[in-house]
């Protein structure tokens, strides 16, 4: 597959680049297609009718856990309010591009039609950068704040219980505004205890660049692994020092 507006070559299942996916909020006009990151007004719905185009949503985050369960810390109106317009406008979209496998089953689970897989990699970084010789061993997490809900998706009670079993690590907290190109040299590992997740870009990135992680793809973080993964790494790391 290759973008669709600059036509780079791309997996079979990304068809925008780096440079040019939308980010959530945004919509972007290409061809007949309007494609729609994030929430899906239904006034919007209703003028991409009137205009002929299809309508492409492009599902990201915990879009779709919002139509299954009320995650930990978002208010049920907000819920109720994103249930609500999906309803009202599902029937106006012509296809639905999910981020991740099991995100599109859950899709599919809660009613969900005319579903594909199609990956989301706004800003990745897809060049290796140089390591870089170190002191101690510095390992990644990612949360964008702290709220109940950022707490509870990125599994941050289990950082946080990690942090006691291992105090002589570098815990590195990124949440989105770090350049990764100076993060990357000097990191031994990242840890993503996620409860709900699509594709991230960094458990991507770290694929690219080598770097040792832990994903709980499936939803279910386990403390137990995530510790013996920390472990792996300070071993690793001793073994190069050796």
Not at 17 to 41: D, F, R, T, Y
Not at 83 to 106: C, M, P, Q, S
Request: charged fraction near 25%; glycine fraction near 8%.
């Amino acid at each position: 597959m290759n973008c669709l507006i600059c036509q780079k070559s791309l997996d079979d299942f990304t068809p925008l680049c780096s440079k040019h996916a939308p980010v959530w909020g945004q919509s972007l006009h290409i061809g007949n297609m309007i494609i729609v990151v994030g929430e899906l007004g239904l006034l919007d719905a209703l003028l991409v009718k009137i205009m002929g185009r299809k309508l492409i949503r492009w599902w990201v985050g915990t879009d779709v856990l919002l139509l299954r369960e009320f995650p930990i810390g978002r208010g049920k109106l907000s819920v109720f309010k994103h249930r609500l317009l999906y309803h009202l406008t599902k029937i106006f979209v012509f296809e639905n591009w999910i981020t991740a496998g099991r995100l599109k089953d859950e899709f599919i689970s809660c009613g969900g039609k005319r579903a594909v897989v199609r990956y989301h990699i706004r800003g990745m970084l897809t060049e290796k950068v140089i390591k870089i010789k170190h002191e101690g061993i510095n390992i990644a997490w990612y949360a964008t704040n702290s709220s109940k809900a950022v707490r509870w998706k990125y599994g941050v009670d289990l950082i946080e219980k990690l942090m006691l079993l291992f105090y002589d690590v570098n815990w590195i907290r990124l949440d989105g505004t770090l350049d990764m190109k100076e993060v990357y040299p000097y990191l031994d590992g990242y840890i993503r205890p996620s409860r709900h997740d699509g594709r991230p870009r960094l458990v991507i990135e770290c694929q690219i660049q080598g770097i040792p992680y832990y994903y709980s793809e499936d939803g279910n973080p386990d403390l137990e692994e995530m510790s013996n993964f920390v472990e792996r790494v300070i071993d690793g790391k001793n073994r190069i020092l050796q």
